[in-house]
C-alpha cells in the first residue's frame, strides 16, 4: 500500500465547527504511563493532531482517559480564542474523549 498515492481530503464547509477526539492507551509505556491522542477538525478533514506520553501514572484505564482530556483541554480552549482573534466566528467547539 503506498501512502502517496492516497487522496487527503479537506472541506471548508462549516468551518465555523471545532471538533476534537481524545484517547488515551493505558500503561503502553516502560515506565507503565499512558499515552494521549487527539485530533482536531475544522470542517471536513483533521486539521492538527497531538500525540504526547502523560506525565503521570494513571491507576486505571479511566483514569488515564481522564488525564488525557486534562492535558489536551488547554489546546482546545486556546484554539477557540485564537480562531475568535482571527476572525473567525466559532459556533461549536466540541471535545469528545473515546
Known sequence: WRTKEEVMTLNCMNSDIITWYVDAAFAVHDDMKSHT?????????SVCSYSLKQKVNARSSTEAELIGADDVLSKILWTKK?????????????????
Open 82 to 98: 485564537f480562531m475568535n482573534c482571527q476572525g473567525l466566528g466559532i459556533r461549536q467547539n466540541t471535545g469528545w474523549a473515546a
Open 37 to 45: 491522542g487527539a485530533i482536531m477538525t475544522l470542517g471536513m478533514g
